[in-house]
């Protein structure tokens, strides 16, 4: 049987642009959707055999979805697309991804026949399968991710990523039931691991969602 892939990307630009690469290469794409609404139609009526989804940052979770159709369809492959080595950083974790997942750094995805390669490969799992990385050239600022977003714990991330959100200090405390003082001394420990450095001249809060939105892959202008 070939793969038959439903492609689901929340942004337009890349939607098209991994959609049509795929299709040159003979890929037969038989749907690609940016909300889980359209997904889930577009995947009960094609009848895909390989998910093809990016872990964007967005309201709606890619994974959610993923385990939405996984739930519908036990044996379809499941490629998910990261721009960071650490997903916690989209507020997910490894243990909860679909079994038999395959994770792909976008960054180390060279070629479209890579791509390719992994979306035929994630039909090939048991039950119970661990999700995967599908390895490549990981380069030295992968490395550099891996080693460095390691050193934060998960009550830092979501710090991090709550800050990222635009939420204040005493927000963020009364979703955690501790003080306001209590998010800045781990925001002060996040920064010092990031090795983020007091300036006057920039704002401390400015540079750490900066430094979460390089980390995720995302635009800091």
Same mark, same amino acid.
């Given at each position: ?92 974790? &490894? !243990?909860?991804?679909?079994? #038999?997942?395959? =994770?792909?750094? %976008? ?7 890579? $791509?390719? @390669? ?12 661990? &999700? !995967?990385?599908?390895?490549? #050239?990981?380069? =030295?600022?992968? %490395? ?7 050193? $934060?714990? @998960? ?67």
């Amino acid at each position: 049987m070939s793969d038959r892939v439903l492609v689901i990307i929340d942004d337009p630009f890349e939607l098209s642009s991994v959609g049509a690469a795929l299709k040159l290469h003979s890929v037969d794409v038989v749907g690609e959707a940016r909300k889980k609404s359209a997904a889930i139609n577009l995947f009960r009526s094609m009848q895909p055999n390989v998910l093809l989804i990016d872990m964007h940052k967005t309201n709606e979770s890619s994974i959610d979805i993923a385990i939405a159709i996984r739930k519908e369809a036990p044996t379809i492959g499941v490629v998910i697309l990261v721009a960071c080595a650490d997903v916690r950083l989209f507020g997910e974790d &490894v !243990s909860s991804l679909p079994s #038999g997942s395959l =994770l792909v750094l %976008k960054s180390t995805i060279n070629t479209v026949n890579a $791509l390719c @390669d992994a979306i035929s490969a994630s039909r090939s799992f048991e039950p119970d399968t661990p &999700v !995967s990385w599908v390895n490549g #050239g990981v380069t =030295l600022h992968d %490395k550099e991710s891996r080693s460095l977003m390691s050193k $934060l714990s @998960d009550l830092q991330i979501e710090t991090l990523r709550h800050v990222a959100n635009g939420l204040t200090n005493a927000e963020i405390g009364r979703l955690r039931f501790v003080s306001e003082k209590a998010i800045e001394q781990i925001l002060s420990r996040v920064a010092i691991t990031l090795n983020i450095q007091p300036d006057h001249r920039k704002n401390m809060r400015v540079q750490l969602i900066n430094e979460y939105l390089k980390w995720i892959g995302a635009p800091t202008h």
